[in-house]
């Protein structure tokens, strides 16, 4: 592993190190102290912006002393976020002492614009070579200076790779266990088993520090150990079962048209063949005339194509970002460009009326006109581009502010950014 620049080269090495993604394996001095150290930065930017939405919505957790804080107790970490000039050694000084927690924050490319470009960046040229994976990818941080992981001996779901980049400032060491060796060993024990240095014995090792990047296949009880303070951005490629995956397609289906009701049901006196009784639950399905022909089968295959088109517009990513809640205005002389590797992609309804965007893998719905493609193929292009030079792909009996509208559209959801420099 010459390359410290994670193109296609060193991904190749990559990839025959881990034997295609099936043997767990440690990668020495991946990331550069530079590089550690930026991250180690967003990654408290992402405490503080959790901080400041005061949620723990999206899988956000903390434990102090091997005990997991309930949302009452989490209003105190949200009210001393880390500052600016801190560091993960002064913050977690002031905020926590001489306690042992750990933090484990889910979704993390939700929260750092940043953040998240600088992974999916590094990450392209692999995701080239094996595909994005069919439920997406994301990333979880892990933050803190437990001796284990709170979790105990665990095993992630079933089709979960993932690939550790290490920050520091401490080591780390993960322990991990043959299947069926540790199911022999521990019986009914064998989740999230906190009795960790009984089995350590039995594990395989692999320590890593600062800069080194950890890989492990789907499937493998582990747990970690940590040397002291530290911070992780684990990245996961989720490729469940199929029973898995179409039960989720079915629930998106139901969650995308089914309408919120608690109004009782009274018991059905009618004759037993009739089913007038169910109409009424069935009108909270509101399905848009043009996939009211659709069977169940089409729902499901409409509703994957919508997710395909929602993380290759996103780099891979399974969850937006959160938009931009302020309004922007455009000067016709500013340039905006695509903020890469990030594409933004459309496809037309099936009625061809509507032109369905996908920007940062949020939906948005325009009528259904080929210059708004024509305007996305040109800002997919990459290139630093004129407000004005945009506005005039458009239809000219077209109000500017429509164009400017489209634009701030895909501007608040993150799909293109103002340029810092002209390019002429």
């Known amino acids: 592993m010459n390359s410290k620049k994670f193109n296609s080269e060193w991904w190749d090495e990559f990839l025959n190190t ?9 990668l020495k001095d991946c990331l550069t102290a530079e590089d550690t150290s930026v991250m180690r930065k967003l990654v408290l930017e992402v405490l503080a912006e959790i901080a400041r939405l005061r949620t723990n919505e999206f899988g956000y957790r ?29 913050w977690s000084e002031r905020v926590f002492g001489d306690h042992k927690f750990g933090m484990i924050i889910n979704a993390g490319e939700k929260f750092n614009l940043e953040l998240s470009k600088l ?3 590094k990450v392209q040229p692999l995701l080239e070579k094996v ?10 941080l892990f933050v803190g200076n437990y001796d284990n992981t709170p979790l105990g001996i665990h095993q992630d779901s079933p089709g979960e790779n993932v690939i550790h980049f290490h920050l520091g400032p401490e080591g780390k060491t993960m322990y991990t266990w043959d299947k069926d060796e540790y199911e022999k060993l521990v ?26 990047l950890y890989f492990m296949p789907q499937g493998e009880y582990h747990v970690g150990k940590n040397k002291g303070l530290s911070m992780a951005i684990t990245f996961w490629f989720y490729n469940h079962s199929k029973e898995r995956f ?34 009424s639950t069935l009108d909270l399905f509101e399905i848009p005339d043009e996939i009211s022909h659709l069977s169940l089968k089409d729902l499901m295959r409409e509703a994957y194509k919508d997710l395909r088109y929602s993380i290759h517009s996103n780099a891979g990513y399974r969850t937006s970002p959160i938009p931009l809640e302020e ?45 708004i493609k024509d305007l996305i193929d040109e800002i997919n292009k990459g290139e630093s581009l004129q407000v004005k030079s945009l506005l005039n792909i458009l239809d000219q009996d077209w109000d500017e502010e429509i164009g400017l509208y489209i634009l701030e559209e895909l501007y608040k959801n993150h799909g293109v950014v103002k340029s810092v420099l002209v390019k002429i």
């Not at 595909?131 to 979880?140: A, K, Q, S, V």
């Not at 019986?187 to 080194?212: C, H, L, R, S, W």
């Not at 039960?247 to 037993?272: E, G, Y």
Request: hydrophobic share 35%; with cysteine.
């Open 131 to 140: 595909g994005l994976p069919r439920e997406g990818i994301n990333f979880t």
């Open 246 to 279: 179409a039960n989720k397609l079915n629930t998106t289906v139901l969650n995308q048209f089914m309408q919120k009701s608690r109004d009782l049901l009274s018991p059905d006196k009618n004759p037993l063949d009739d089913t007038s009784g169910v109409e």
């Open 327 to 371: 309004d922007v205005e455009f000067d016709l002389d500013e340039y905006i460009e695509l903020e890469q590797p990030f594409k933004i992609l459309y496809k037309e309804s099936l009625d061809k009326e509507k032109l369905h965007v996908y920007i940062r893998g949020t939906k948005i719905e325009f009528n259904n006109f080929s210059c």
């Open 18 to 26: 881990t034997e295609n993604m099936t043997k767990t394996s440690v």
């Open 62 to 90: 903390v434990f102090v002393d091997d005990k997991q804080l309930e949302y009452n107790e989490l209003l105190k970490i949200f009210d001393a976020p880390p500052l600016k000039e801190e560091t993960i050694e002064t």
């Open 187 to 212: 019986g009914e024990m064998k989740f999230n088993n906190k009795q960790v240095d009984k089995y350590i014995p039995y594990a395989t090792e692999f320590a890593f520090e600062e800069g080194d």
């Open 119 to 121: 992974i999916a960046l």
